[in-house]
């Protein structure tokens, strides 16, 4: 059962647009509602596309980013907070990681696109 569990989260973890398309399955099932699904699997799957490309820039380049991966998501969460406070005069610390995690979703899944081609390059060409 231990191991069931941990080949699965090493299978969505290597495989994480898999775990998008079906965590948007299932939520389109349970809600009929394409947006909303596709939110809750963008919500949901960004950590594994985190996880992914942390994983493949040391399998490829052989540099551990996770702490710089931190930090600039942090820039990033901060930048958003003072363009809320510089246009809105309000902030919404709640609407600003929401969308730190949609910018990350989108960057992350790209990178991993990218990691993917070099990976596969990197491995017939060397």
Known sequence: MKNGIIYLAAFFISIPFMAT????????????????????????????????????VEMIIGVWIAGVIMILLLILLIGILFFQWKQQTEVLLFKAIKLTWRISF????LLYGMLIITGILQRIFF
């Open 106 to 109: 989108l960057a992350f899944g």
């Open 21 to 56: 398309w079906l965590t948007y399955v299932f939520s389109y099932k349970l809600t009929r509602r394409q947006i909303k699904s596709f939110h809750l699997a963008v919500y949901w799957t960004t950590p594994l596309y985190l996880i992914a490309v942390t994983l493949m």
